[in-house]
């Protein structure tokens, strides 16, 4: 199946797609993004366009990336900056065409010195960012100077290779302009992910100039962010839905994501923001609560069904809803393995919250692949399973289904399933696969090397006996009985 580029012809639409309402001459770049994938377009950019559509205003929305070709961002302008969401479900599709891009800068395209020059402009009042959490270049809560593109950035600020140095040279001119305080925005998942940001962009700026780390601590904000909305990866049946939606017509810059969407944004804005509470937004004093009932209850059971399910050849989320057997300890792990450790406003029903979850998992027409899902697992498995389990510990509480779920993760990362290989992603890929090919065929020492890994699982961890033994225990279920069995066990 082929899907070649075409312009869009509004003309000959289906009357259901909707189109931008608000004057889109009117806006200015007054937001900068990094970083704009699938996630981006489905997410924020979404709730700027509804904002917009309800509220109007001029807060346009310019689109940065700093790898890749930008053959995708040339098409997106040839469409006047317009592109497609879908947005799925088994009841039925709603399509639209966003509308609040009005500016793409590609490196590779355009240079970085215009990159740096935008971050400075005047009118520019935010800089948000979906780098994904390897694009903070931040281990331990510390900014990696061994990272070897944060030691090529601080030789050559002036043409940074990174986000974070992207970020630093941009604030860096514009307070050489005097061109006043700004917004640094993450909307990655990842917990924090305001204080990890300032805190990678404040020491990078430390390391080269103690006065610009001055200013940007009096004239830059960073506040933190939770971000909901499953959006898988596109593939030529999701490709091809946005061309049935369209009429006929192919949109490469189209993305499909489920209707569910949920944003709660700390409202920490040096230079002002855009009205998201418009397009349903939550502004909060503290985000922390909202992000550890999303991090330890979906993203926490979708790691669970990802490994698992994917190790029992069950290809997407909702194949694994559609099991009852899996859909069931799905349903355990988060009520009875992770509510008890969060500490949420009263007004909130978790329980309710879960079951809300499981009812999005069972959407068949959203294709998220659980091997999608399993990449980066030595990054995620800390906040999604493993301060739940300290919790657990601490507190004499069941934590079976956290334990096989790192079971499975230990068999995932052999990547054999049944005899068929599969690329295991993440970025301590070298690591995993040299503990792999190392192993003798005693259980004892392959599990033993990985928890050895302590930038994954915590010494305290480790040093229980009880959780080692549960590891061991867990790990082999998994690989002796299968992963469905294992699951299915986890019933008795």
Same mark, same amino acid.
């Given at each position: 199946?082929?899907?070649?580029?075409?312009?869009?012809?509004?003309?000959?639409?289906?009357?259901?797609?909707?189109?931008?309402?608000?004057?889109?001459?009117?806006?200015?770049?007054?937001?900068?993004?990094?970083?704009? @994938?699938?996630?981006?377009?489905?997410?924020?950019?979404?709730?700027?366009?509804?904002?917009?559509?309800? @509220?109007?205003?001029?807060?346009?929305?310019?689109?940065?990336?700093?790898?890749?070709?930008?053959?995708?961002?040339?098409?997106?302008?040839?469409?006047?900056?317009?592109?497609?969401?879908?947005?799925?479900?088994?009841?039925?599709?709603?399509?639209?065409?966003?509308?609040?891009?009005?500016?793409?800068?590609?490196?590779?395209?355009? @240079?970085?010195?215009?990159?740096?020059?935008?971050? #400075?402009?005047?009118?520019?009042?935010?800089?948000?960012?979906?780098?994904?959490? /390897?694009?903070?270049?931040?281990?331990?809560?510390?900014?990696?100077?061994d990272n070897p593109m944060i030691q090529q950035d601080l030789k050559a600020p002036e043409a940074p290779q990174t986000a974070i140095g992207l970020i630093v040279a941009g604030l860096a001119k514009r307070r050489a302009l005097g061109n006043g305080p700004i917004t640094v925005m993450s909307c990655d998942n990842l917990p924090h992910n305001g204080v990890l940001c300032g805190v990678a962009v404040r020491e990078f700026a430390a390391k080269q100039n103690a006065e610009l780390a001055a200013w940007i601590e009096e004239n830059v904000s960073f506040p933190s962010t939770m971000v909901d909305r499953i959006v898988p990866a596109l593939t030529d049946e999701s490709r091809d839905l946005i061309r049935e939606s369209l009429g006929g017509q192919v949109d490469l810059n189209g993305i499909v994501?489920?209707?569910?969407?949920? *944003?709660?944004?700390?409202?920490?804005?040096?230079?002002?923001?855009?009205?998201?509470?418009?397009?349903?937004?939550?502004?909060?004093?503290?985000?922390?609560?909202?992000?550890?009932?999303?991090?330890?209850?979906?993203?926490?059971?979708?790691?669970?069904?990802?490994?698992?399910?994917?190790?029992?050849?069950?290809?997407?989320?909702?194949?694994?809803? #559609?099991?009852?057997?899996?859909?069931?300890?799905?349903?355990?792990?988060?009520?009875?393995?992770?509510?008890?450790?969060?500490?949420?406003?009263?007004?909130?029903?978790?329980?309710?919250?879960?079951?809300?979850?499981?009812?999005?998992?069972?959407?068949?027409?959203?294709?998220?692949?659980?091997?999608?899902?399993?990449?980066? @697992?030595?990054? /995620?498995?800390?906040?999604?399973?493993?301060?739940?389990? /300290?919790?657990?510990?601490?507190?004499?509480?069941?934590?079976?289904?956290?334990?096989?779920?790192?079971?499975? *993760?230990?068999?995932?990362?052999?990547?054999?399933?049944?005899?068929?290989?599969?690329?295991?992603?993440?970025?301590?890929?070298?690591?995993?696969?040299?503990?792999?090919?190392?192993?003798?065929?005693?259980?004892?020492?392959?599990?033993?090397?990985?928890?050895?890994?302590?930038?994954?699982?915590?010494?305290?961890?480790?040093?229980?006996?009880?959780?080692? /033994?549960?590891?061991?225990?867990?790990?082999?279920?998994?690989?002796?009985?299968?992963?469905?069995?294992?699951?299915?066990?986890?019933?008795?």
């Amino acid at each position: 199946m082929t899907f070649e580029f075409q312009k869009l012809d509004l003309n000959t639409l289906p009357g259901d797609v909707s189109v931008p309402s608000y004057d889109r001459t009117s806006l200015k770049p007054r937001i900068a993004h990094i970083g704009f @994938g699938a996630f981006a377009r489905a997410h924020v950019a979404m709730h700027l366009h509804e904002t917009l559509a309800t @509220g109007g205003g001029d807060w346009g929305l310019r689109v940065i990336e700093l790898f890749g070709t930008p053959d995708l961002f040339d098409k997106l302008a040839e469409n006047g900056h317009l592109y497609t969401l879908v947005e799925t479900a088994d009841e039925g599709t709603n399509t639209r065409l966003l509308g609040a891009v009005c500016e793409t800068q590609h490196v590779a395209r355009d @240079g970085v010195s215009t990159l740096i020059d935008g971050l #400075a402009e005047e009118q520019l009042k935010v800089i948000s960012l979906t780098i994904t959490e /390897k694009g903070y270049c931040v281990t331990n809560g510390k900014l990696d100077l061994d990272n070897p593109m944060i030691q090529q950035d601080l030789k050559a600020p002036e043409a940074p290779q990174t986000a974070i140095g992207l970020i630093v040279a941009g604030l860096a001119k514009r307070r050489a302009l005097g061109n006043g305080p700004i917004t640094v925005m993450s909307c990655d998942n990842l917990p924090h992910n305001g204080v990890l940001c300032g805190v990678a962009v404040r020491e990078f700026a430390a390391k080269q100039n103690a006065e610009l780390a001055a200013w940007i601590e009096e004239n830059v904000s960073f506040p933190s962010t939770m971000v909901d909305r499953i959006v898988p990866a596109l593939t030529d049946e999701s490709r091809d839905l946005i061309r049935e939606s369209l009429g006929g017509q192919v949109d490469l810059n189209g993305i499909v994501c489920e209707p569910f969407r949920q *944003w709660v944004i700390e409202d920490n804005f040096k230079a002002g923001r855009p009205q998201w509470e418009l397009a349903g937004a939550q502004l909060v004093a503290d985000v922390e609560p909202f992000e550890e009932m999303k991090l330890r209850t979906l993203n926490g059971s979708h790691s669970f069904l990802a490994y698992l399910g994917f190790l029992a050849g069950k290809e997407t989320i909702a194949d694994c809803a #559609a099991d009852p057997v899996f859909y069931a300890e799905a349903r355990k792990l988060m009520v009875d393995e992770q509510l008890p450790t969060l500490d949420v406003p009263s007004d909130v029903d978790l329980v309710a919250y879960a079951d809300s979850l499981l009812k999005r998992y069972s959407n068949s027409k959203l294709k998220h692949r659980t091997w999608q899902i399993a990449a980066d @697992g030595t990054q /995620k498995m800390p906040q999604r399973w493993l301060n739940s389990v /300290k919790f657990h510990l601490a507190n004499g509480g069941d934590y079976r289904h956290l334990v096989l779920g790192i079971g499975g *993760w230990m068999n995932y990362i052999r990547a054999d399933r049944n005899g068929e290989s599969y690329e295991v992603v993440d970025p301590m890929k070298e690591k995993l696969a040299e503990i792999v090919a190392k192993d003798g065929g005693d259980a004892t020492t392959y599990v033993d090397a990985l928890l050895a890994m302590h930038s994954v699982f915590p010494s305290e961890l480790v040093a229980n006996d009880e959780f080692k /033994k549960a590891v061991h225990k867990a790990y082999c279920a998994v690989a002796e009985k299968g992963a469905a069995q294992a699951v299915a066990d986890l019933a008795d």
